[in-house]
């Protein structure tokens, strides 16, 4: 009966420290630092969509089929909420769009015909920078990032704007920018 309790909690140590692990790699734990950068200037396309949350991946996987029926090089997806999410949103006001890097005149041109196309501005944004491991780091970075973001907007007296999400697979990471102005 000893010898059993002993391998229950040797076998529940290990599963504790796994689910530890598994969080930690996930950034629950990681400490979020807002900070102001001079962020932007890439060509993109951008895409209005207002709908249930869950229906955007579909969108932004026929922006990939059509990407590369054109073989134009796109980068990372990016995600532009008009309002500020919360989780009770059925409907999500949002632009999406990918990150261009390549292709011809020709192609721009007509590739604007089928999506439109535009620039994400460079300017000053609130910047938050959180791991992207899976879709697990994904919910978390929400939860983390967001409330930081409007934390720091009211802290530092800034009328908070938009959020864009990008996220950078290359680097693994998600980088969350909030628009602002001064507060009036």
């Not at 059925?90 to 292709?103: A, D, Q, R």
């Not at 910047?127 to 967001?146: E, N």
């Amino acid at each position: 009966m000893y010898e059993l309790l002993i391998i229950s909690v040797i076998v529940m140590s290990i599963v504790l420290l796994a689910m530890f692990l598994f969080l930690l790699r996930q950034g629950l734990f990681r400490r979020i630092k807002p900070t102001i950068e001079y962020i932007g200037g890439y060509a993109i396309t951008k895409q209005y969509y207002e709908g249930d949350p869950k229906d955007v991946m579909t969108m932004l996987e026929q922006q990939i089929e059509t990407l590369k029926k054109l073989d134009i090089g796109y980068a990372h997806p990016l995600c532009t909420y008009l309002e500020i999410p919360s989780k009770d949103d059925k409907i999500s006001k949002t632009e999406i769009g990918f990150v261009l890097y390549k292709g011809s005149k020709e192609r721009l041109i007509e590739l604007g015909k089928q999506i439109p196309l535009d620039t994400f501005v460079k300017k000053e944004r609130i910047v938050v920078r959180f791991p992207f491991k899976s879709k697990f780091s994904i919910q978390f970075g929400i939860m983390k990032a967001y409330p930081a973001l409007q934390q720091y907007a009211k802290k530092h007296n800034f009328e908070p704007g938009n959020i864009t999400e990008l996220y950078n697979g290359l680097e693994k990471r998600i980088e969350y920018m909030m628009d602002f102005s001064p507060a009036s």
